[in-house]
């Protein structure tokens, strides 16, 4: 009987006081990514955190109208408080093959001979500037503030 008791004690306990480190709030975030003024969309959007550690990154794939709404990288809709960078990607392929195809296409019709993947060089038609691409070339930074629904335009 003791046992018993000791152990719905400590369970009780454990579950009051909690185990493991606490997460930090996440916040609603939606928003609408532009080029100029006009949606950028069918882009995946990242944010990746200015200081190293800081907080979780978010991401969202961005829609044809570049509406998006963020998720934290540890599963949570939204987005935690802080300065992040703005990265941007080309969303992926449901079928790679056939980006690799499209590609190998595309340099070949240039008049490049056999496509090599691997020398591709940046694409002349991107939706948005190379820079884009990484976190340390980035000029955009934007923040994420403390409260509730928030809603981000980002121009880039």
């Known amino acids: 009987m003791r046992l018993l008791l000791s152990t719905i004690i400590s369970g009780f306990l454990l ?9 930090a709030t996440v916040y609603s975030v939606k928003g609408k990514l532009t080029k100029g003024g006009a949606p950028l969309g069918d882009v995946h959007l990242d944010l990746s955190p200015t200081a190293t550690g ?4 978010a991401s969202a794939d ?3 109208d570049g509406t998006f709404e963020l998720k934290c990288s540890d599963g949570r809709m939204g ?7 703005v990265v941007l990607s080309n969303k992926a392929s449901a079928d790679p093959m056939e980006e690799m195809k499209k590609m190998r296409d595309k ?5 490049r001979g056999p496509a090599d993947p691997a020398k591709a060089g ?3 038609n991107a939706k948005f500037p190379a ?5 340390e070339k980035s000029p955009k930074t934007v923040e994420i503030l403390a409260e509730g629904d928030q809603t981000l335009v980002i121009d880039i």
């Not at 987005?79 to 992040?84: C, I, Q, V």
């Open 122 to 124: 940046a694409d002349p």
């Open 131 to 135: 820079e884009y691409g990484s976190k």
């Open 15 to 23: 579950s009051a006081v909690g185990c493991g480190p606490s997460q």
């Open 79 to 85: 987005a935690e408080a802080g300065s992040y960078k």
């Open 54 to 57: 800081d907080h979780t990154f």
């Open 62 to 64: 961005v829609g044809p």
């Open 107 to 111: 340099m070949e019709d240039s008049g």
